[in-house]
């Protein structure tokens, strides 16, 4: 990836010019690295919006193919901030479109903001775990994608992805700024969109959310090869 210094002074620059260089860059890392295959783009046709995206996480190029497979649709990404404070990450966030949110605390600011946009006619991607898997498969997801499909009503389409770990994998020790593009196959699968099982009568709240999130996750992890799936397997 570009250096910590060159993206400080991208990032300076007008905002027309940052969101022009910073695609620039985007565009050529992965026409260089990445060999995209894209499957299921059917299910997209006729889909109702707005809808809420959902995908494994792998690594901090996740975006940046899911952005492309959905360019038709230009939906908003749930992005960490410390996505934005990295000088290097936010070459890739000035190229989509992203709402912020602080991964494992109660944003009830970013959350308000993620419901008010599906509400408005916004398509969102979330990425349900909420951070990239460190082990290359499914990891438990948090249950913001259930709270939010219920409170909007809004429908979810799943997306399997995997070959991006190996295309920017994460830096084991924590500096973002320090990952680096390699040529990798990236797979993005699409699945059929689907509503959230209804909560049963007799249902406490606590056992629905862990059925009703399991059931959600599922659907990525049918999308994906056995070995990526997880705690979903």
Do not use: W
Not at 18 to 45: F, M, P
Not at 96 to 106: C, F
Not at 181 to 197: L, M, R
């Amino acid at each position: 990836m570009i250096s910590n210094t060159m993206a400080k002074i991208i990032n300076v620059l007008p905002d027309k010019f940052v969101t022009y260089v910073s695609k620039k860059i985007v565009d050529k890392y992965l026409k260089k690295y990445a060999n995209i295959k894209i499957e299921g783009s059917e299910n997209l046709k006729g889909i109702k919006t707005p809808t809420i995206f959902i995908c494994n996480h792998l690594s901090n190029s996740d975006g940046l193919v899911l952005n492309k497979a959905l360019k038709e649709i230009d939906p908003t990404f749930v992005a960490g901030v410390k996505l934005s404070n990295n000088s290097v990450t936010s070459i890739g966030i000035n190229v989509i479109k992203t709402t912020n949110i602080n991964p494992n605390t109660a944003d009830k600011k970013g959350l308000k903001k993620i419901i008010k946009l599906i509400k408005q006619g916004e398509s969102l991607l979330i990425f349900p775990e909420g951070t990239r898997s460190r082990i290359g498969s499914l990891i438990k997801a948090k249950k913001g994608v259930l709270l939010i499909a219920r409170m909007t009503g809004a429908h979810i389409v799943p997306i399997g992805l995997y070959g991006t770990e190996k295309l920017l994998p994460i830096n084991r020790e924590g500096d973002m700024s320090l990952e680096t593009f390699n040529y990798a196959d990236v797979h993005i699968n699409i699945g059929k969109q689907f509503k959230p099982p209804k909560r049963a009568k007799k249902q406490d709240k606590k056992e629905y959310e862990n059925f009703a999130t399991n059931y959600i996750m599922k659907e990525i992890a049918e999308l994906l090869p056995e070995n990526y799936r997880g705690v979903y397997k």
